[in-house]
């Protein structure tokens, strides 16, 4: 049986939650349009019974650091290197290649991991441009294999499992077959309702934005969740709640029918918005939240 690790890495908003979402053929990472929605490694699993078991490390994007927050998220992907067995690189297909990719390329390109380049967004990008990326690293000769996908489509997404299952070592299970994440309800939960939260404020308040799940009690046919939803300025509280509450109302409806098909039943959920000043430039905020190890 061949099992091990992949780490997926690449600048933010490239596609890597999609990527994972796409392989795994169900929702563990939250995705928006915004860049660097991912801060945490999420680990993702994928089996194929008496076959292969892959371990996939979503990580946030690598990016310059301007807060010690960023400097975590980035330390948390680079640290990704050293604990897989195959590295998949994602670009953005239907963008020029910039600086961030350099820069990542930098870092991978000397380490004897094997390295897939995944040219994401097809979709998005004309053939051209396909061509000229993937001549330009191509004759780089770092990478393994070369795979253009529209992880969105899930187009040459099996494909692209097929190729690293093959630099795959023989190894055991590591997790039961049905088990897709081994991260716990209230992290995902969390994560739902950070989405949420994203995608209903869109630009008005920077990402100084994390959520602490309170309390988490299961009843029969019932959970009833406490989510503390955490910013960074007293205006960015009142952003947040909304005129008379409704847009912290929406966040939540939206995100409470997300979390009863995660956990299968009916969820009641609380959700309070508190002030915590400049939390992504104190280290001990960071490791509370689970961002870094404490």
């Known amino acids: ?31 928006t349009d915004k860049p660097q929605t991912t801060r945490n490694s999420i680990r993702g699993i994928y089996t194929r019974p008496d076959e292969a078991q892959i371990v996939f490390i979503d990580t946030p994007g690598i990016h310059k650091a301007h807060s010690r927050l960023g400097s ?33 390329f930098d870092m991978i390109k000397d380490l004897d991991t094997p390295k897939i380049l ?26 393994h294999a070369i795979f253009g996908t529209s992880a969105l489509l899930g187009k040459n997404v099996d494909g692209l499992l097929d190729e690293i299952e093959k630099l795959m070592p023989e190894g055991p299970m590591y997790f039961p077959e049905d088990m897709v994440t081994d991260h716990p309800e209230r992290f995902l939960v969390s994560e739902i309702i950070r989405e949420k939260i994203l995608m209903y404020l869109n630009d008005e308040v920077p990402h100084g934005v994390a959520v602490e799940i309170e309390s988490f009690r299961e009843e029969p046919g019932l959970a009833r969740i406490g989510a ?33 098909a995660l956990l299968g039943t009916k969820v009641y959920l609380e959700t309070w918005v508190k002030v915590k000043e400049n939390w992504r430039d104190s280290d001990t905020a960071i490791a509370n939240f689970g961002y870094k190890e404490k």
């Open 1 to 31: 049986m061949k099992s091990g690790f992949a780490g997926i890495i690449g600048r933010p908003n490239v596609g890597k939650s999609t990527l994972l979402n796409s392989i795994l053929g169900e929702k563990i990472a939250i995705t």
């Open 72 to 104: 975590a998220m980035t330390e948390m992907a680079v640290n990704t290197f050293k604990e897989v067995d195959v590295i998949l690189f994602l670009i953005d297909g239907s963008a020029k290649k910039g600086p961030g990719d350099r820069y990542i």
């Open 118 to 143: 995944v040219i994401n967004k097809t979709d998005k990008t004309d053939s051209e441009n396909f061509a000229r990326l993937y001549d330009e690293y191509e004759k780089t000769g770092v990478f």
């Open 228 to 260: 503390v939803i955490y910013c960074e300025k007293k205006s960015h509280k009142g952003i947040i709640i909304g005129k008379q509450g409704r847009k912290l109302k929406g966040i939540g409806q939206s995100a409470r029918k997300e979390i009863e």
